[in-house]
């Protein structure tokens, strides 16, 4: 077995869909879970891509950790808001219908809220918020997690990683697209490094005495023991700003829980997560054109302002995703052995060994 394959975008796409099926998902249901995980991949985001199906979503399928097939229910509703119980459903799938929901609402009121209790990991934030962008909308998206980030100087994981997402149409190829995990790195980073063998930076992780860590695989055992606990945006303390980080991601935690009835800290097992999708309709504000003129100026201003020394140019948010797009549409998604030794293994329990893509 090679240590590195190329594999096609869509037809990766394909046999995730074909896995999803195969582990109970309806058809449409694993066509949305499905281009939702690649999304990620064709954009540069491997933390939340394929990297993440066989220990989230196959394992969880498999062990009837949650439901394959989603049975939404709206508990409360007005004319611009709803509450959502996804039952343990797909978190792709009540993602995806949610910001639907938001979008139909903000179509004819001018703005849309959707809030979700009892759902599941839904992928890349980013994803709904661009959902909304592509609609001419300005999308924010939130979720929370379970807990692995300590708060400014605690030492204990009791906050998700609680990303935070914000999209917004422009006059340009590609949306502007701040998604951001509220810590310094979410777990499916540490994951990432552990899977190639290699120390974290400093200054991602506490240890139970107050320190940073940086060793990789006893983290991740140490994290679910609660010995070990990602850090906020910032970092340790408040004289770098991690109480600014703390905070955002406090703001995430209520709005994923309060409004809806969820669980919230130590109580979010990764099965009864919530979320939350607002949409914006730019025309109850202004022209959808002068709107993307203007923040495609605010962008192009920013790129060029002066750079620092050594540096040879400044980025605006969703550019780098955009751009790793354009260069890996043609390569395809790359898979190391560890990967392909999941999907083998996927393959094989799932009797369809004969659709793994390489």
Not at 43 to 56: A, C, E, I, L, W
Not at 229 to 235: E, R, T, V
Not at 248 to 253: D, P, Q
């Amino acid at each position: 077995m090679e240590d590195t394959v190329y594999v096609d975008f869509d037809r990766m796409e394909g046999f995730i869909e074909d896995v999803f099926q195969a582990l109970g998902v309806p058809e449409e249901d694993a066509r949305i879970c499905s281009h939702s995980l690649i999304s990620a991949d064709r954009r540069g985001v491997d933390s939340h891509g394929v990297n993440r199906m066989k220990p989230f979503y196959f394992d969880r399928l498999r062990n009837g950790l949650q439901s394959p097939t989603t049975e939404m229910e709206v508990v409360r509703e007005t004319a611009t808001t709803a509450v959502i119980d996804g039952h343990n459903g797909m978190g792709f799938v009540i993602g995806v219908r949610s910001m639907e929901l938001a979008i139909e609402k903000a179509k004819k009121y001018g703005m849309g809220m959707v809030v979700v209790r009892e759902s599941t990991h839904y992928g890349m934030a980013g994803y709904y918020s661009m959902m909304a962008a592509e609609a001419d909308m300005i999308g924010i998206c939130g979720t929370n997690a379970r807990p692995s980030v300590a708060p400014t100087y605690g030492t204990e994981g009791m906050l998700g990683t609680n990303p935070l997402s914000f999209g917004m149409p422009t006059d340009e190829e590609f949306p502007f697209l701040v998604d951001c995990a509220t810590s310094i790195a979410q777990r499916g980073k540490v994951e990432m490094y552990d899977r190639i063998e290699k120390e974290i930076p400093r200054g991602w992780v506490v240890g139970r005495d107050g320190k940073t860590r940086t060793d990789t695989d006893v983290i991740l055992r140490d994290m679910v023991k609660g010995d070990a606990a990602l850090l906020p945006l910032g970092g340790v303390g408040t004289e770098s700003g991690g109480h600014k980080g703390y905070g955002y991601s406090t703001v995430v935690e209520i709005l994923s829980s309060a409004l809806q009835g969820g669980m919230f800290l130590k109580d979010i097992t990764g099965m009864n997560v919530g979320h939350f999708f607002i949409a914006m309709d730019v025309s109850a504000f202004t022209e959808p054109g002068d709107f993307k003129r203007t923040t495609g100026d605010i962008l192009r201003t920013l790129r060029a302002s002066r750079k620092a020394p050594d540096q040879e140019r400044i980025y605006t948010a969703g550019e780098r995703e955009y751009l790793t797009y354009l260069e890996r549409r043609d390569v395809g998604i790359a898979l190391n052995r560890s990967l392909q030794d999941d999907f083998i293994l996927m393959g094989n329990e799932l009797g369809i060994s004969d659709k793994v893509p390489f």
